[in-house]
């Protein structure tokens, strides 16, 4: 505290901090902001790794940039996870084999047999949850 106060009563009439030495930020550009902007707009699921790679720019300035210039972040928007457990497949499997074995020696007949599920089946690959991640205002 001492310093401090010799500090301010003799030398520095700021509270500002001094300018330092080292790098300075000069990625950290208005050219660099657009481009990062250009590149969500063009794709909302794009990574920060991604953008890093294309401008050339580090991890970490591409996270400032998002965060802190254009006042973004990444949320999920829509991930449903329809995938089954390997438990969950074999159990599916020992139900139909034991139906189809009973239809066969004829103790059911196909008028027996009612499902129903709510179940919507893609016959496409699914996402992974960080696949579904967009970048959106906060």
Not at 111 to 129: L, M, S
Request: one cysteine or more; proline letters at 3%.
């Amino acid at each position: 505290v001492a310093r401090w106060v010799q500090r301010f009563s003799t030398e520095q009439q700021s509270l500002e901090d001094n300018p330092r030495s080292g790098r300075p930020v000069t990625v950290i550009t208005q050219q660099n902001i657009d481009s990062v902007k250009d590149l969500v707009n063009d794709d909302p699921h794009i990574s920060i790794d991604y953008i890093a790679m294309i401008l050339d720019i580090s991890h970490g300035s591409v996270h400032t940039i998002l965060k802190q210039h254009l006042g973004l972040r990444k949320i999920t928007s829509r991930w449903v996870p329809h995938a089954l457990t390997e438990q969950q497949k074999r159990r599916r499997v020992e139900i139909c084999t034991e139906n189809l074995r009973k239809f066969e020696n004829g103790s059911w007949r196909l008028c027996d047999i009612v499902t129903g599920d709510e179940t919507w089946i893609y016959h496409r690959k699914i996402k992974a949850k960080e696949q579904c991640k967009v970048w959106v205002r906060k």
